[in-house]
């Protein structure tokens, strides 16, 4: 009977072991999940903070147009004459090559 009896207690702890060690490794498994779950979650925070501080600093340093800067090249440019194109280049249109010999804005 003493034999018995150690070898069912045996058997006992094998099983308590068992069902031990697979309530562990479920635990583990949802320790993992949820970690993993944090550690989204915390990149998705640094994310939209570091949006949000880029948001900022660019509405802390907007560029303002250098209206002086602009007027002054402008005038600049007047002084030099009649303004060239991409097609007419700096000197501009000739004039004279479409006068057809008359007096008249028609030429004749």
Request: glycine share 10%.
């Given at each position: 009977m003493a034999v018995s009896a150690a070898v069912a207690l045996g058997a006992v702890s094998v099983g308590?072991?068992?069902?031990?060690?697979?309530?562990?490794?479920?635990?583990?498994?949802?320790q993992l999940r949820l970690?993993?779950?944090a550690n989204i979650d915390a990149k998705k925070r640094a994310k939209e903070a570091?949006?949000?501080?880029?948001?900022?600093?660019?509405?802390?340093?907007?560029?303002?147009?250098?209206?002086?800067a602009i007027t002054q090249k402008e005038e600049q440019?007047?002084?030099?004459?009649?303004?060239?194109?991409?097609?007419?280049?700096?000197?501009?249109?000739?004039?004279?090559?479409?006068?057809l010999g008359g007096n008249t804005l028609l030429g004749s």
């Open positions: 308590y072991q068992i069902y031990s060690g697979q309530k562990q490794q479920k635990s583990q498994r949802e970690q993993e779950q570091a949006d949000r501080a880029d948001i900022d600093m660019n509405k802390a340093n907007r560029k303002k147009a250098d209206v002086s440019a007047a002084l030099a004459g009649p303004a060239g194109t991409m097609l007419t280049g700096v000197s501009g249109v000739d004039t004279g090559q479409y006068n």
